[in-house]
């Protein structure tokens, strides 16, 4: 016989502690003593709460768990990035990867498994779409990665799309910055998207952390044919609406570009982007493509009317085209950097996260 499922504390905000504490029978500050074992103290039962009283601790438990849950598997990098595989509460797994860099440690946080965005060069978007995550699968990939101690960012740049998981993304950031939580800085979360019309200015208008806008293409037509997200809404009317957002204060706008060798790295490109983004205060950051495993992109590639897809459609780019590319925007003004490629040999790097066969 199947046990019920107990209900995890870890992603309750203070005032659903007070309820909890309430429904058992514990005194009102009961409810900070629980946010502090759970977001500052990070046991991993609720045995573990010793200021708690054993009857209360034995009451709590019946309903109750703390919810985190290790990672069932881990993979190290020759450069030092490590990616675990971590459960669900559906029982589902999604991949999770830290990125350490002298004194700087990264985490990159999935908040889907899967993906509905469908972009073309993309592993996770090729799985598809096959669950949201909550707030406690967002969580616990912070809260039991066993280099939590080492983090500086988190980025949410895992699978999945989190404009559209929106709301467990905004409840996940909230208890990161809450004082009762891990009173994190929103300058130290950056958030992640294709853009989508449905979440973007309720993100902007609620939430003060970073924003990464997926971009990979300056022209419209090229966009949609490798990421369809741009025909539901197209980068101009995205543009639009971030100009009407401060930019030069804390919170930071960036766009990310993919360069994919003989497709995107032009000047052509280049010249378009700086046109595109001309007068908003951004960055522009470089990321260099990996082949994905036995990947059919070269076969799969045109279809009727898509032009920038002639075949082969990818490549790996070139180390010097994209240095050119970096140096030409910056010379017109707009902040450009070539990010650093980690975790490729264990499959970690920006675009090869899958869990459709684990």
Not at 137 to 144: A, E, G, H, R, V
Not at 169 to 180: E, G, K, N, V
Not at 275 to 284: D, H, I, K, P, T
Not at 303 to 314: E, H, R, V, Y
Request: hydrophobic letters at 35%; a neutral charge.
């Amino acid at each position: 016989m199947e046990l019920p499922t107990k209900t995890p504390l870890l992603g309750k905000t203070l005032e659903e502690l007070r309820i909890v504490a309430a429904k058992e029978g514990m005194p009102a500050f009961a409810a900070k003593q629980l946010a502090a074992w759970i977001y500052q103290k990070g046991v991993g039962s609720i045995d573990e709460m010793t200021n708690l009283s054993l009857s209360a601790r034995l009451h709590l438990s019946e309903d109750y768990e703390v919810g985190s849950k290790p990672p069932v598997t881990r993979q190290e990098s020759k450069d030092g990035t490590v990616k675990y595989l971590f459960p669900t509460e559906s029982g589902q797994h999604v991949e999770t990867v830290f990125i350490p860099d002298d004194d700087r440690g990264t985490v990159c946080v999935s908040c889907q498994v899967g993906c509905k965005m469908a972009c073309r060069f993309c592993m996770t978007g090729r799985q598809g779409f096959q669950g949201q995550l909550t707030t406690t699968d967002i969580l616990n990939q912070i809260y039991s990665l066993p280099e939590r101690h080492r983090l500086t960012n988190i980025v949410f740049m895992g699978q999945g799309e989190p404009l559209d998981n929106l709301d467990a993304i905004l409840r996940a950031t909230q208890l990161l910055m809450a004082d009762y939580g891990w009173a994190w800085s929103p300058k130290r979360m950056t958030v992640s998207t294709v853009g989508l019309r449905k979440g973007l200015k309720r993100f902007l208008d609620e939430s003060p952390c970073h924003l990464a806008i997926s971009l990979h293409n300056p022209f419209a037509e090229e966009r949609a044919a490798i990421m369809p997200a741009e025909r539901s809404y197209p980068i101009h009317e995205m543009l639009e609406l971030l100009r009407q957002y401060d930019w030069t204060g804390q919170r930071r706008l960036s766009f990310e570009y993919i360069i994919f060798g003989g497709l995107n790295d032009s000047n052509r490109y280049a010249r378009e982007l700086v046109r595109l983004l001309s007068g908003l205060e951004c960055r522009v950051n470089l990321i260099r493509w990996h082949s994905i495993p036995q990947d059919d992109s070269h076969q799969a590639g045109s279809t009727s009317g898509d032009s920038a897809l002639s075949q082969p459609l990818f490549h790996e780019a070139d180390l010097s085209r994209m240095a050119a590319f970096r140096d030409y925007l910056s010379h017109h003004d707009v902040r450009c950097t070539i990010r650093a490629s980690r975790g490729q040999d264990i499959d970690a790097a920006c675009g090869l996260l899958n869990t459709k066969y684990k």
